[in-house]
């Protein structure tokens, strides 16, 4: 096991054991793109870190230029850290629709390609029956002609974005304006949840 491997691991433990201690939790939601993905979740209390990064693929360690290939199978994702005893599960899944195209299987408004999709990564089998639960909700309320195609699925290994990704809406808040407005998001949350 190389130096990189030991600190790595190291490190994976002590926030382990951090989030025991705190009673925190892990949620993992890929809605487009991860820039669109932050703010909404960021501005609660309860809510304890919202990282950019990719998941659900089969290159290890990849980057923003690997990623956006669509060839390395990885989600675009939001990985939140949280407090059940202050923000549930089931409003961090209220955002969550709140915020995509649950009908799209091809993308996220502007954003096209399967690094875009959507999906609902459960790391509890708690976790996974509420978002299934609230997936058969969505579809029940008839807020959407066509068939809610988001995956849930098992959480995976969950690589963070590199750093000038993370908080972007904070680090550029005119060119994440600028993006958010192009990408027809704020349209479409207004059509159908305002």
């Not at 609660?44 to 990719?54: C, E, F, K, N, R």
């Not at 659900?56 to 290939?69: A, F, I, R, S």
């Not at 549930?88 to 875009?116: A, M």
């Not at 969950?158 to 550029?172: N, S």
């Amino acid at each position: 096991m190389n130096q990189y491997m030991i600190v790595k691991k190291v490190l994976e433990t002590e926030r382990g054991m951090e989030m025991t201690r705190k009673g925190l939790e892990k949620a993992t939601f890929a809605g487009g793109c991860f820039w669109c993905m932050v703010k909404p979740f960021d501005q609660w209390d309860g809510i304890h870190g919202v990282v950019s990064g990719y998941t659900g693929g089969h290159v290890e360690h990849p980057t923003y230029d690997q990623v956006k290939t669509g060839t390395t199978g990885h989600y675009e994702a939001v990985q939140i850290t949280y407090d059940p005893e202050v923000f549930s599960y089931e409003e961090l899944l209220d955002i969550y629709w709140r915020q995509i195209d649950p009908t799209d299987d091809e993308g996220q408004f502007h954003d096209r390609g399967p690094q875009y999709r959507t999906a609902i990564f459960y790391h509890t089998e708690e976790q996974q029956e509420k978002a299934e639960l609230s997936k058969q909700q969505l579809e029940a309320s008839g807020k959407f002609q066509q068939p809610i195609v988001t995956k849930i699925l098992p959480a995976s290994t969950f690589y963070p974005a590199e750093d000038y990704h993370q908080k972007f809406y904070q680090k550029e808040p005119e060119k994440y304006k600028k993006d958010r407005e192009k990408s027809g998001r704020d349209e479409f949350i207004e059509q159908h949840w305002m």
